[in-house]
């Protein structure tokens, strides 16, 4: 029994003491209680953060207007170079109907000496049948001669001569078929001349009296100029359309010059 109570008896004394050593452990340690892992407010701030991108309304709409600006000038630009350009294109058009005008004349000339020397022509070879057909001959050959010398005066360029040759001419040979010729001529050479009150004279001799004749719608067209020159556009008009009205279809060519000269005028407007 002995034997039993020792054993136990010391058993009991070791299990006392291990609890007082786990006891005074533990009261000498002091365990913090669990916090959550954050960060302080110091370390917080201490990493910057990235600044946020604003974009201002006001901004962009400065850049459009910007963009607005040049554009419009480069459009202003381009239009100013096509102003330029088509200046260039009017004056050539204009220096070309100004050589093309000049044409037209030489080639009356041209024309009328022809016709002239024609004429002289068959009345050399018209044969003389009787004392009076040869005096009329004769006065066809004088009538030829005057008009060719009057012509003459013109190619020349003795223009104050050849006015003089043309109203004697018409003077003296007031029955000859050169007359409306003889009197659109002498208008011609006054018009170069800047003569412009005799050469609306000289036109208007032509259209009135030979409304029939070769030379009427030149002197049509011609008479329509005169009255430019003296500054009565209405009356020029007047006459360019009747140019248009009366010969074309007869006259072509001289409708193509009134047509011409009538967009002239509302292009001077």
């Known amino acids: 029994m002995k034997n039993v109570i020792l054993p136990l008896a010391l058993a009991i004394s070791l299990s006392a003491v291990a609890e007082d050593e786990w006891v005074s452990v533990g009261a000498n340690r002091t365990v913090a209680p669990a916090q959550p892992d954050t960060q302080s407010p110091s370390s917080s701030l201490s990493t910057p953060l990235p600044s946020p991108t604003y974009h201002s309304a006001n901004s962009g709409a400065e850049v459009d207007s910007s963009d607005l600006l040049s554009e419009l000038l480069l459009q202003i630009e381009q239009m100013q170079q096509e102003i330029a350009e ?31 020397a024609l004429s002289q022509t068959k009345t ?45 001419f018409v003077k003296q040979y007031p029955d000859d078929k050169l007359v409306a010729n003889a009197w659109y001529w002498n208008g011609e050479v006054y018009l170069v001349q800047s003569q412009f009150e005799p050469a609306k004279n000289a036109f208007e001799q032509v259209v009135t009296q ?60």
């Not at 294109?89 to 000339?109: F, H, I, P, T, W």
């Not at 044969?127 to 012509?151: E, I, L």
Request: aromatic fraction near 8%; charge should be neutral.
């Open 124 to 168: 050399a070879v018209k044969p003389v049948t009787s004392v009076s057909d040869g005096a009329q001959t004769a006065a066809a050959a004088s009538s030829a001669d005057a008009y060719k010398a009057a012509m003459t005066l013109v190619r020349e360029k003795k223009y104050s001569d050849a006015n003089d040759a043309f109203t004697a």
């Open 210 to 269: 030979f409304p029939d004749h070769a030379k009427a719608a030149d002197a049509t067209y011609k008479l329509g100029v005169t009255f430019h020159k003296l500054g009565n556009d209405q009356e020029a008009r007047r006459w360019l359309n009747t140019v248009i009205e009366r010969y074309e279809g007869q006259s072509d060519a001289t409708v193509r010059l009134a047509k011409s000269y009538l967009k002239k005028l509302s292009a001077a407007e």
């Open 86 to 116: 088509l200046r260039s294109q009017v004056e050539s058009q204009g220096q070309q109907l100004s050589g093309m005008e000049q044409d037209q004349q030489a080639r009356y000339l041209d024309l009328d000496r022809r016709v002239a």
